[in-house]
């Protein structure tokens, strides 16, 4: 048996191709069903992003495992495999279990770090979940990998450092001004970076924002989003006297601010204070203002040189995540090898208990006499000496079935003990329980069976 990963994302297909690949969310519990209902495939989630499509699967063969899923893409899809299966990647087993801690963390996302992945996984796996297309392997893998995240996120400073041109501008006015609550922005044109902009600076408590555009109708759209103004470009120098940022970035071929501007703006503002972020190229803010005193400065290259210097802090932080990845691969594991002795322990109990209960009744119908404190002083003993022989085999054996040769020592020590008819049972009535307090697949839930190959 083996966990199996294949997809394609942003760094093996381009956009045109990820979306003829994205699945449609109403559609997704159908897929989901067919997949599953597909030769080889035992348990499967799917996650569709606009970045990534992946299944993660758990099949019985590997060489079926690996080309059932391409058929079912192409038929789903209705795109002949011949044309996407260069875009895919098939990763197996460790790698596929590393590929979803990664994945789930934010360090397989373009933006290396980021969170909102870590909701998308959780809502593929409880839609898989809820059409009873996973099973123990991938329920367990994926709690695993979600808790990681969180664990991840909040013990790494990996999501604390501005990777986005828009929001280091917002983290250099939160060192000058610490706080915008009582800041006044005004953003100059009404493009999508000055979108972007805005929202930062709203989102992180500015409330009176202000647009200038040259078209008022524009202005006006983008302002609205934020309860703002909207003014148009004859009246920029008045309404820069009352901004206490100011971020711009349109299309012009020249300066729509210069430093005879920002003189004249400085002293109606009796000197206070002016932060100012130019995100054009070319430049809209002319770079000779920066030689006036209390204004602040910044062009795309100083937000680019902090991007960099941020990327290369997370990047610090990735590496922490990495060795934590590590941990719960084996983790993961060593749940994976427990789950075959479980039945044979629990064989071995049972047929141990039933004979020391046949035992104390032998006793009893021999000696009829005993006393009730007679009889719970010899059932305590021979519950002691059941314990005490079963206790090291039982030690043993789960430190066996960790090792490469688990399944033998598995098999083994069922057939010292003669267990086998009882195992069997066993592992059928796991099914059931299992199937009927997870509604899971059956197949994947007898778990003496199961290994993970390395």
């Given at each position: 048996m083996h966990i199996l990963t294949i997809g394609l994302n942003y760094k093996t297909a381009p956009v045109e191709i990820r979306e003829k690949f994205a699945f449609q969310a109403d559609l997704l519990p159908h897929a989901l069903t067919q997949l599953r209902n597909t030769k080889s495939i035992l348990e499967c989630v799917i996650l569709s992003t606009c970045n990534r499509m992946e299944l993660y699967l758990v099949v019985d063969y590997l060489h079926s495992g690996e080309e059932t899923p391409k058929i079912f893409l192409s038929e789903w899809f209705g795109i002949p495999k011949k044309e996407f299966s260069k875009y895919l990647y098939l990763l197996k087993d460790d790698e596929a279990i590393i590929h979803l801690f990664r994945v789930t963390c934010g360090l397989d996302s373009m933006v290396l770090g980021e969170t909102q992945i870590l909701g998308q996984v959780k809502e593929a796996w409880f839609t898989a979940q809820s059409c009873q297309s996973t099973g123990s392997l991938l329920n367990t893998l994926f709690k695993q990998a979600v808790t990681l995240a969180k664990k991840a996120h909040s013990e790494t400073q990996i999501g604390e450092n501005a990777v986005s041109v828009s929001y280091a501008a917002v983290e250099l006015g939160k060192k000058i001004f610490g706080s915008f609550s009582e800041k006044s922005?005004?953003?100059?044109?009404?493009?999508?970076?000055?979108?972007?902009?805005?929202?930062?600076?709203?989102?992180?408590?500015?409330?009176?924002?202000?647009?200038?555009?040259?078209?008022?109708?524009?202005?006006?759209?983008?302002s609205s989003q934020f309860g703002g103004k909207a003014f148009t470009m004859e009246q920029l120098n008045h309404v820069m006297i009352h901004a206490d940022i100011v971020v711009s970035s349109t299309g012009s071929n020249h300066y729509v601010v210069t430093k005879e501007d920002i003189s004249k703006v400085l002293k109606a503002r009796n000197h206070r204070p002016l932060f100012l972020i130019d995100i054009?190229?070319?430049?809209?803010?002319?770079?000779?203002?920066?030689?006036?005193?209390?204004?602040?400065?910044?062009?795309?290259?100083?937000?680019?040189?902090?991007?960099?210097?941020?990327?290369?802090?997370?990047?610090?932080?990735?590496?922490?995540?990495?060795?934590?990845?590590?941990?719960?691969?084996?983790?993961?594991?060593?749940?994976?090898?427990?789950?075959?002795?479980?039945?044979?322990?629990?064989?071995?109990?049972?047929?141990?208990?039933?004979?020391?209960?046949?035992?104390?009744?032998?006793?009893?119908?021999?000696?009829?006499?005993?006393?009730?404190?007679?009889?719970?002083?010899?059932?305590?003993?021979?519950?002691?000496?059941?314990?005490?022989?079963?206790?090291?085999?039982?030690?043993?054996?789960?430190?066996?079935?960790?090792?490469?040769?688990?399944?033998?020592?598995?098999?083994?020590?069922?057939?010292?003990?003669?267990?086998?008819?009882?195992?069997?049972?066993?592992?059928?009535?796991?099914?059931?329980?299992?199937?009927?307090?997870?509604?899971?697949?059956?197949?994947?839930?007898?778990?003496?069976?199961?290994?993970?190959?390395?």
């Open positions: 922005v005004l953003v100059i044109g009404a493009g999508e970076m000055s979108e972007l902009t805005a929202k930062h600076f709203h989102a992180n408590g500015a409330k009176n924002v202000m647009v200038v555009n040259r078209t008022l109708e524009r202005a006006e759209k983008l054009a190229v070319p430049r809209d803010l002319d770079p000779a203002i920066n030689e006036l005193d209390n204004v602040y400065l910044y062009d795309i290259d100083d937000l680019e040189g902090i991007v960099e210097a941020n990327l290369q802090e997370r990047a610090k932080e990735a590496e922490r995540i990495k060795a934590m990845i590590e941990e719960e691969l084996v983790a993961f594991k060593n749940w994976v090898n427990t789950l075959g002795v479980v039945p044979l322990i629990t064989s071995l109990r049972k047929k141990a208990t039933a004979i020391q209960e046949e035992t104390m009744q032998s006793i009893l119908n021999k000696m009829p006499n005993l006393t009730d404190r007679e009889v719970l002083i010899l059932k305590k003993h021979t519950k002691s000496i059941v314990n005490q022989l079963l206790r090291d085999p039982i030690l043993r054996i789960k430190e066996m079935s960790a090792e490469s040769n688990g399944d033998e020592a598995l098999e083994m020590f069922s057939k010292i003990f003669a267990l086998e008819e009882q195992v069997e049972k066993e592992e059928k009535k796991q099914v059931l329980t299992s199937s009927k307090e997870q509604q899971v697949n059956s197949k994947t839930i007898a778990a003496a069976k199961i290994t993970v190959h390395s």
